[in-house]
């Protein structure tokens, strides 16, 4: 299924890198640069035809590098600019999503992740959550990351990263793996529910008729760059108090609650429901927003669960925001996998009732 969707309400079967660059496109997405590599590659195929066709912008570029940087170039302007990789590639970008920060552009990644470290390979994994909510790029900046759990949050979450990047002026990250990209759900596509935002006041658009504007990271005296970097961090602030996203399922009375992202959290559920029905009390808590991470929500959590369980397909990466998040009030346990299949709900059941046995 490689048709854009244009009819409001129309539900198609589709896959999730196609439901992600249709999404992109109905969003207003103007231009598409990138590079190839699987698990993401159907997302540059299907802009290659899409957006010539609607007369906008694609270039296949001759790296990641270029093409990362293509983007902060059109949305520079006050385009709607994005790229998409993975993992490995996504790691050449460390340096440009920096700049892109520190510059306040509004770029959109996709990111779906493949194992690693290294080359790895191009099985499911979640072992990108450092390098998406930590950076590789220097200095003092933060990223908003979403993180969707089927392909429908593929659609929903696509059209919320261009609106938030936009709004804040702040890179944004579609966090997906290669399961998502690679299965197929049922999606209803609709019309792109957020207000356009207004970057007449800050974009390059030629200098004819008004001052100059600069977008640049570098200030020459500390006290600038101290005032500038502040100025970052108070939006940083605006996020976190604005748009933080997060699922609870069955928490109210749960003695466990079960940490999880992404597709995992789809087991997570299941195995919730198998413990319901033995007459445990354990419920779930999915992260949608993992930059900003929902912190306060989890410390809401643990002044009522006995315990929480983190599992993710890595080696435990988001289990240390967990940590943080409930500072020592009731001990946070690790169920992880580095690469592969999902993790069984049967082997969630017996992990739930292990920890409830210590």
């Known amino acids: 299924m490689t048709e854009t969707m244009t009819k409001p309400e129309e539900k198609v079967l589709i896959k999730g890198n196609y439901a992600i660059a ?31 066709e609607l ?10 590098l270029a093409a990362i940087n293509m983007v902060m170039g059109a949305c520079s302007t006050g385009a709607k600019a994005m790229t998409s990789s993975s993992s490995c590639a996504i790691a050449l970008m460390q340096e440009a ?58 659609v929903d979450l696509t059209y919320k990263a261009f609106y938030l990047a936009h709004k804040y002026r702040n890179p944004t990250i579609l966090l997906a793996d290669g399961l998502l990209g690679q299965m197929m759900e ?19 658009t030629g200098a004819k008729g008004r001052e100059r504007r600069l977008l640049r990271s570098y200030a020459p005296l500390a006290d600038v760059q101290c005032d500038f970097v502040r100025s970052l ?13 997060y699922e609870e399922y069955l928490t109210d009375d749960a003695d466990l609650i079960v940490v999880s992202f992404g597709s995992l959290s789809r087991n997570v ?77 049967e082997d969630i059941v017996t992990e739930i009732e292990r920890q409830l046995e210590v």
């Open 97 to 154: 999503l920096s700049y892109a920060a520190s510059q306040e552009i509004p770029l959109v990644l996709i990111s779906v992740m493949r194992g690693g470290p290294g080359l790895g390979n191009i099985y499911p994994s979640q072992g990108d959550y450092n390098q998406a909510t930590i950076g590789g790029g220097n200095g003092d900046y933060k990223l908003t990351v979403l993180a969707p759990g089927n392909v429908q949050e593929c």
């Open 186 to 204: 049922p999606v209803t596509f609709k019309d792109y529910p957020y207000p356009e935002i207004d970057n007449s006041g800050w974009a390059l």
């Open 269 to 345: 559920k299941s195995a919730v429901n198998v413990c319901r029905e033995k007459g445990l009390k354990i419920g779930a808590f999915r992260p949608i927003t993992l930059s900003p991470f929902p912190s306060k929500e989890l410390s809401r959590l643990s002044n009522s669960a006995k315990k929480f369980l983190v599992t993710e397909i890595n080696m435990g990466q988001m289990v240390k925001d967990v940590r943080l998040a409930v500072n020592g009030k009731v001990p946070v346990e690790f169920l992880g996998k580095p690469v592969g299949s999902m993790i069984d709900v």
């Open 55 to 64: 007369n906008r912008a694609y270039v296949s570029a001759e790296s990641e």
């Open 233 to 245: 961090f108070d939006k940083y602030k605006k996020i976190e108090e604005n748009e933080v996203m």
């Open 22 to 52: 249709n999404a992109a496109i109905l969003a207003g997405c103007e231009c598409y640069f990138g590079y190839p590599i699987t698990p993401q590659s159907e997302i540059g195929e299907f802009m290659s035809g899409k957006m010539q």
